[in-house]
């Protein structure tokens, strides 16, 4: 079983500016004080919970010896929600990095949503094992950690002792930026608290594989 230390972390710094938007139909921000990023939720997942992506896709092509850019649309949606022992599991279909996944050499037309288990025990977020059952009880085995919230600039998170790369946090404009950078390839996703992952980017090392998803819309579960 992996599991990130439920740490508690010192306040964060007064004064940080950061982005709020608590659904799609308002486009309004301000900053957030200390309290109120504490407070807020930084991945509010429940199920009918709705996030609409503008991605734009940049690929080498081998027939064509050329660099290809593509934009799509793409939804990241909570199918459903179960909880039980302190721990909720999501099943969540069209998870970002599902992106990062296209391979137009293999005859796909484009991405392919697939679903994933994200759990959720207490503020610790974390990926469920694959190929867990559909409608098991939520278990922690298995699992791989992602973070706790709240989080702080700077700090670097690693799912365990075994594991050479980790996480690595950094302020920005939205909220928190937590990147995660081996040899080949690095991903970002950019929490945005009350909203959630307000902007995800893949980029291959080498060969050109670039994925940028921004959030266009978000709507609330239930």
Avoid at 5 to 17: D, I, N, Q, S, W
Avoid at 100 to 128: D, H, M
Avoid at 188 to 201: D, I, K, N
Avoid at 206 to 219: M, P, R, Y
């Amino acid at each position: 079983m992996t599991l990130l230390a439920m740490t508690r972390f010192a306040p964060l710094v007064l004064g940080l500016g950061l982005g709020f938007a608590a659904c799609s139909s308002s486009s309004t921000k301000r900053p957030l004080t200390t309290q109120e990023m504490i407070a807020a939720d930084p991945l509010p997942l429940a199920k009918g919970a709705k996030w609409t992506y503008a991605v734009t896709v940049k690929r080498y092509d081998v027939a064509t010896d050329k660099e290809t850019t593509s934009t799509l649309e793409w939804t990241t949606e909570v199918l459903d929600a179960h909880e039980a022992n302190g721990v909720t599991a999501y099943r969540v279909k069209g998870w970002p990095s599902d992106l990062a996944e296209f391979n137009r050499e293999t005859g796909q037309a484009g991405p392919v949503p697939s679903e994933k288990t994200l759990l959720r025990s207490g503020n610790s977020f974390l990926f469920g094992a694959a190929g867990a059952a559909e409608g098991a009880e939520p278990s922690l085995d298995g699992a791989e950690g992602w973070f706790s919230w709240p989080v702080i600039d700077g700090q670097k998170i690693c799912p365990s002792a075994e594991v050479v790369y980790c996480w690595r946090v950094s302020s920005v404009e939205s909220g928190y930026a937590l990147s995660f950078v081996t040899g080949p390839d690095e991903q970002t996703f950019e929490l945005e608290p009350g909203t959630g992952v307000a902007r995800y980017h893949y980029e291959h090392h080498g060969t050109i594989n670039e994925v940028d998803a921004k959030l266009v819309s978000f709507t609330k579960g239930k």
